[in-house]
């Protein structure tokens, strides 16, 4: 199963650009990055997923470089109902999500 | 509501007492899974079903541990002889066989094991 790596904690001003970096270097070629997002005491929350192309929702951006071996997950204009653990998963053929520690990100005002 | 809802929200034991929580996933969605979260750190898998299939279970889940989804749509987690080590919140997630948007997260069962 890849493995993914992201950094503890991140602050970000309210309005700016969140950027949340993954390496997932041993992610396989039919293995899909997933992000998520978990408020405090709520369940996960589905946020995007990609396979090899950027993608873009209603909530963020996913970029994805070319040789699969990293990720960004951007929120345009942070606010601090984003204030969050954000998990960077890959998705395996056994369809199980392996959850990291994740990256905190905590929205100034 | 159509979202995934787990019962009860919270639940206080004491060691060696039996406890069983509920999931009622999406309606539509083939498969359900089981995973616990301690605190500082992501979920951990337990177990999924497809239909009432038990397919997989993670090495986490102990003896004491059983899943069940009998007429594949709510399934029950059962934890025997509780231990404070179990103490954790107790999420459920369903999803499509199709995946698309991969899972859907309940809003977790809190397990206090005094």
């Known amino acids: 199963d890849a493995k993914t790596t992201q950094p503890t904690s991140m602050d970000c001003a309210e309005g700016r650009a969140a950027n949340l970096p993954c390496n997932h270097s041993?992610?396989?070629?039919?293995?899909?990055v997933y992000w998520y997002r978990q408020i405090h005491s709520q369940g996960p929350q589905y946020i995007i997923h990609?396979?090899?192309n950027n993608e873009t929702n209603e909530m963020a951006s996913l970029i994805i470089t070319e040789d699969r071996k990293s990720s960004t997950l951007i929120l345009p204009h942070a606010t601090l109902r984003d204030t969050a653990v954000y998990y960077c998963?890959?998705?395996?053929?056994?369809?199980?999500?392996?959850f990291g520690t994740g990256t905190s990100l905590t929205v100034i005002p | 509501d159509t979202g995934v809802s787990q019962d009860p929200r919270h639940k206080i034991t004491k060691r060696g007492q039996n406890v069983t929580f509920r999931c009622d996933p999406i309606?539509?969605?083939?498969?359900l899974y089981w995973y616990r979260q301690t605190l500082g750190q992501g979920p951990e898998f337990l177990t999924y079903?497809?239909?009432?299939?038990?397919?997989?279970k993670s090495r986490l889940l102990s003896d004491r541990f059983s899943a069940e989804r009998p007429k594949g749509s709510f399934s029950t987690l059962e934890i025997q002889r509780t231990e404070q080590g179990d103490s954790a919140m107790y999420l459920c997630?369903?999803?499509?066989?199709?995946?698309?948007?991969?899972?859907?997260f309940g809003p977790g069962t809190r397990l206090t094991v005094l």
């Open positions: 998963i890959v998705l395996n053929t056994g369809n199980q999500f392996y």
């Open positions: 041993t992610i396989s070629g039919n293995e899909y």
């Open positions: 309606s539509e969605h083939n498969r």
């Open positions: 997630a369903s999803r499509t066989l199709a995946g698309g948007k991969g899972q859907f």
């Open positions: 079903f497809q239909n009432e299939a038990q397919l997989e």
């Open positions: 990609g396979l090899k």
